[in-house]
């Protein structure tokens, strides 16, 4: 899907009614769901016995089955009946509140493994680490998918409030992205202060070439984007404020935004720096971090929150590209890092861009590798990690 057809389906209930829309809506994730649901699990049972031995990666797998239970037995409802319509939006809040805490969860599965291969106790090898790379890139990115067509639901017919007015669900039809990206800049500067008592300042420049007299705004998830540039600006701020240590005068983290008529383009440089180019391969493994292990750190108050897991700018990067947009880094060791975001100026060209499950697929968990999502766009993405 679109984020056009998720903007117009929403726009429809004025036309057709909201009982309709909500009929139509239950029927299609009834069937849509329990499909991407079955394919996450199938595909944990693919993964490298000793990930799926670890208690956080049997607590997912356990959730995952139980939801795809739940749903299953809607499979064959009366939709015509509105107590069952009902309770079926009330289940979908349920299931998407019982998979909240998915991605740490996951996350600390990895860890786990890592911790009993650093004991000697669990082999992590080449074709396990590139299984598992290869999983969560997908199983993160169907978690994206299916959070979107939950959260689509239960705030058009769940009576959850959408964010402001003017939102069609979680979607806003004028998202301004130089505000979005402001907003970010404003929690992760929050939060680089409390850690390190001090934060490098912002530089904008906004720049549209479509009709230069005119806000910068596309069709998009606010929230994916805030994520996004969060993530960001939280690994420039850190990487800043480290290379300068109590210096008073921080060098300011440049933004320069600028739309097409095809694509937004958002680069956000940092002078923290930058990165060593042989770990430029690694920044988006989940399996790699410049930050200490949540695990060691402990409370510590010097570790930022959320650094560590190694899964930052992996899971922003499956942000960028869910809807066809894309992360891009690039580094100048000893000086600073480029990290630009792309995003689609047209929203019919912004579809969601998922896994395909096939039993090719099944060769990446032994040692081939293999395409195996809905567009070649990205075939690069195994290689990158």
């Given at each position: 899907?679109?984020?056009?057809?998720f903007l117009d389906f929403g726009k429809s209930l004025q036309r057709n009614g909201k009982t309709f829309c909500e009929k139509a809506s239950c029927n299609f994730l009834r069937k849509e769901l329990p499909v991407r649901l079955a394919n996450i699990i199938k595909e944990i049972h693919l993964l490298p016995e000793s990930l799926i031995c670890q208690p956080s990666t049997q607590i997912v797998q356990g959730w995952y089955e139980k939801s795809f239970a739940e749903l299953i037995t809607y499979e064959q409802?009366?939709?015509?009946?509105?107590?069952?319509?009902?309770?079926?939006?009330?289940?979908?809040?349920?299931?998407?509140?019982?998979?909240?805490?998915?991605?740490?969860?996951?996350?600390?599965?990895?860890?786990?493994?890592?911790?009993?291969?650093?004991?000697?106790?669990?082999?992590?090898?080449?074709?396990?680490?590139?299984?598992?790379?290869?999983?969560?890139?997908?199983?993160?990115?169907?978690?994206?998918?299916?959070?979107?067509?939950?959260?689509?639901?239960?705030?058009?017919?769940?009576?959850?409030?959408?964010?402001?007015?003017?939102?069609?669900?979680?979607?806003?039809?004028?998202?301004?992205?130089?505000?979005?990206?402001?907003?970010?800049?404003?929690?992760?500067?929050?939060?680089?202060?409390?850690?390190?008592?001090?934060?490098?300042?912002?530089?904008?420049?906004?720049?549209?070439?479509?009709?230069?007299?005119?806000?910068?705004?596309?069709?998009?998830?606010?929230?994916?984007?805030?994520?996004?540039?969060?993530?960001?600006?939280?690994?420039?701020?850190?990487?800043?404020?480290?290379?300068?240590?109590?210096?008073?005068?921080?060098?300011?983290?440049?933004?320069?935004?600028?739309?097409?008529?095809?694509?937004?383009?958002?680069?956000?440089?940092?002078?923290?720096?930058?990165?060593?180019?042989?770990?430029?391969?690694?920044?988006?493994?989940?399996?790699?971090?410049?930050?200490?292990?949540?695990?060691?750190?402990?409370?510590?108050?010097?570790?930022?929150?959320?650094?560590?897991?190694?899964?930052?700018?992996?899971?922003?990067?499956?942000?960028?590209?869910?809807?066809?947009?894309?992360?891009?880094?690039?580094?100048?060791?000893?000086?600073?890092?480029?990290?630009?975001?792309?995003?689609?100026?047209?929203?019919?060209?912004?579809?969601?861009?998922?896994?395909?499950?096939?039993?090719?697929?099944?060769?990446?968990?032994?040692?081939?590798?293999?395409?195996?999502?809905?567009?070649?766009?990205?075939?690069?993405?195994?290689?990158?990690?």
């Open positions: 899907m679109s984020i056009q057809a409802a009366d939709l015509t009946n509105d107590a069952i319509v009902s309770r079926f939006t009330q289940d979908l809040i349920k299931i998407r509140n019982r998979h909240n805490l998915v991605v740490e969860t996951m996350a600390q599965g990895v860890v786990e493994l890592s911790r009993g291969s650093e004991d000697k106790r669990i082999m992590v090898d080449s074709v396990t680490r590139d299984s598992i790379q290869y999983f969560l890139d997908r199983f993160y990115m169907m978690r994206i998918s299916i959070r979107m067509l939950i959260n689509q639901h239960t705030i058009l017919f769940g009576g959850e409030l959408p964010f402001s007015a003017g939102h069609v669900g979680t979607i806003d039809p004028e998202c301004d992205i130089q505000l979005v990206v402001e907003d970010a800049f404003a929690s992760a500067r929050s939060l680089c202060e409390n850690f390190y008592e001090q934060s490098p300042e912002l530089k904008m420049t906004c720049i549209n070439t479509v009709n230069r007299e005119e806000p910068l705004k596309i069709v998009y998830v606010p929230s994916h984007l805030f994520h996004i540039s969060f993530e960001l600006f939280k690994n420039a701020m850190r990487a800043t404020c480290e290379k300068g240590g109590a210096s008073l005068s921080l060098p300011p983290i440049e933004v320069v935004i600028v739309k097409t008529t095809e694509d937004v383009a958002i680069k956000m440089s940092d002078q923290g720096g930058g990165i060593p180019q042989r770990n430029m391969p690694q920044l988006f493994e989940y399996m790699f971090s410049t930050a200490p292990s949540p695990v060691d750190a402990g409370t510590s108050v010097n570790v930022v929150p959320m650094a560590g897991y190694g899964y930052g700018l992996p899971l922003s990067r499956l942000y960028a590209r869910y809807f066809h947009g894309d992360l891009q880094v690039y580094s100048i060791h000893g000086f600073g890092t480029d990290a630009v975001i792309y995003l689609k100026t047209l929203s019919e060209s912004a579809s969601e861009f998922l896994p395909v499950f096939n039993k090719s697929v099944m060769k990446q968990y032994s040692s081939t590798r293999t395409h195996g999502w809905s567009s070649s766009k990205f075939s690069h993405l195994v290689e990158w990690g």
